[in-house]
């Protein structure tokens, strides 16, 4: 690459770091790329990390030493993510989204890429201190969400299938109880799609009562993997009791109102616990 301006390469190396969340990158990468001296370099990524923190970006770390280099974190600020979600938690109030048994109709919002994007990233944010190698969900309406989270942590994604496909291989797949209707149903996961003692991180855009992420939490006891953390894009506050203990959640559906149309969706707990 040519020889750039300071400005021109401060705007490069910005992208070049946004699009590789999560990775150690040696300074002679900079150096080599821009042609230029590592001490301008290390001042060009000062000025950076100065920005990322001061407009709540993100973390630029350092790390010293002959294998070190700089790795991005993105990260979005809780009252940042608080003011997004509530204005979320207002789409999410219209009556017409009303479906039979205490559902909502979420599809159109799950289809904005912008939301989708920010709502990935309050997930990446809020799991970054995490050791997780993979990011899985179950199909179908799980998807777009996990693959946002997993953008932000550079991390791959597990599908996890409802049915074995033939184009899946050998599979191996449990009976679990769905937590709405309390019907037995099936999922089914890829041997090649995950290594067994994988650390995982399990997304999901609803939760009612918690049986199918509780059968993905079974599913990945046969891979011996372990569950480093899950999130709920909504959860529903209409059940006495979550077969899932620990997970967060970034809305909460408290109120449907079949008669009356009326629907009351405010911030999850992720804004909530531990303060």
């Known amino acids: 690459m040519k020889k750039l301006k300071r400005s021109a390469r401060l705007v490069e190396m910005t992208q070049y770091l946004l699009f590789r969340p999560h990775t150690l990158i040696p300074l002679t990468t900079f150096a080599d790329r821009y042609n230029s001296a590592k001490s301008s370099i290390s001042e060009d990524l000062a000025i950076i990390k100065e920005v990322f923190e001061e407009e709540g970006l993100g973390d630029l770390q350092t790390l010293a030493g002959a294998a070190g280099g700089v790795k991005f974190i993105p990260?979005?600020?809780?009252?940042?993510?608080?003011?997004?979600?509530?204005?979320?938690?207002?789409?999410?109030?219209?009556?017409?989204?009303?479906?039979?048994?205490?559902?909502?109709?979420?599809?159109?919002?799950?289809?904005?890429?912008?939301?989708?994007?920010?709502?990935?990233?309050?997930?990446?944010?809020?799991?970054?201190?995490?050791?997780?190698?993979?990011?899985?969900?179950?199909?179908?309406?799980?998807?777009?969400?996990?693959?946002?989270?997993?953008?932000?942590?550079?991390?791959?994604?597990?599908?996890?299938?409802?049915?074995?496909?033939?184009?899946?291989?050998?599979?191996?797949?449990?009976?679990?109880?769905?937590?709405?209707?309390?019907?037995?149903?099936t999922m089914s996961l890829s041997r090649r799609a995950l290594k067994e003692e994988s650390r995982v991180l399990i997304i999901d855009d609803f939760m009612r009562v918690g049986g199918t992420v509780h059968g993905m939490m079974d599913l990945l006891k046969e891979f011996r993997a372990t569950v480093k953390g899950v999130g709920v894009f909504v959860e529903s506050g209409e059940v006495e009791e979550h077969l899932v203990e620990e997970y967060i959640s970034l809305a909460k559906l408290s109120g449907v109102d079949p008669k009356t149309k009326q629907i009351t969706v405010v911030p999850g707990n992720y804004f909530y616990d531990g303060e």
């Open 75 to 185: 990260k979005v600020s809780k009252a940042a993510s608080l003011q997004f979600i509530q204005g979320i938690c207002k789409q999410l109030e219209q009556p017409e989204r009303i479906l039979p048994g205490g559902y909502m109709y979420m599809s159109d919002i799950m289809g904005q890429p912008f939301i989708l994007n920010e709502v990935g990233k309050m997930f990446a944010t809020a799991f970054s201190s995490k050791d997780i190698d993979v990011v899985m969900t179950v199909e179908t309406k799980g998807i777009p969400i996990a693959y946002a989270t997993a953008s932000f942590l550079n991390l791959p994604v597990v599908i996890v299938r409802r049915d074995n496909k033939v184009t899946e291989g050998s599979a191996v797949s449990i009976n679990y109880v769905s937590g709405s209707n309390k019907r037995i149903q």
